[in-house]
């Protein structure tokens, strides 16, 4: 399908490559003004949720270095990592689901 159609982040929308990505785009409204502004939303979201999940992973680092000089109890820095933990898990499971990375599941073997 990329031979016919390309994404533009930049834009949101959908370029069209050749007649066939043109009709697909009419076809299926691709470029409607809804559906641009839909996706011009999840990158924004999605750009805010990395910062977050930066801006977490280094707030574990610097709980870990308080920790290992003392100046946090052990009990205060595992709840804070657990807390921490639990925001990473939901933002990187929110980026996954919404650029297509999430791991697939395993295949069960049947014997």
Same mark, same amino acid.
């Given at each position: ?9 930049? +834009?949101? !929308? ?18 409607? =003004?809804?559906?641009? #502004? ?21 707030? !574990?680092?610097?709980?870990? /270095?308080?920790?290992? #000089?003392?100046?946090?109890?052990? =009990?205060?820095? /595992? ?13 990187? +499971? ?6 297509? +990375? +999430? =791991?697939? &599941?395993? &295949?069960?073997?049947?014997?």
């Amino acid at each position: 399908m990329s031979q016919h159609l390309k994404f533009d982040s930049a +834009t949101g !929308k959908m370029v069209t490559r050749s007649k066939f990505g043109e009709h697909t785009e009419e076809l299926l409204q691709l470029n409607d =003004p809804t559906q641009v #502004k839909y996706r011009k939303t999840i990158l924004h979201t999605l750009a805010i949720a990395e910062k977050e999940l930066s801006s977490l992973k280094s707030q !574990k680092n610097e709980l870990y /270095e308080l920790h290992q #000089k003392n100046k946090i109890k052990t =009990p205060i820095y /595992e709840n804070e990592v657990r807390e921490i933990d639990r925001s990473i898990e939901l933002i990187e +499971t929110f980026i996954q689901d919404n650029t297509g +990375t +999430t =791991p697939l &599941l395993r &295949l069960r073997i049947l014997k």
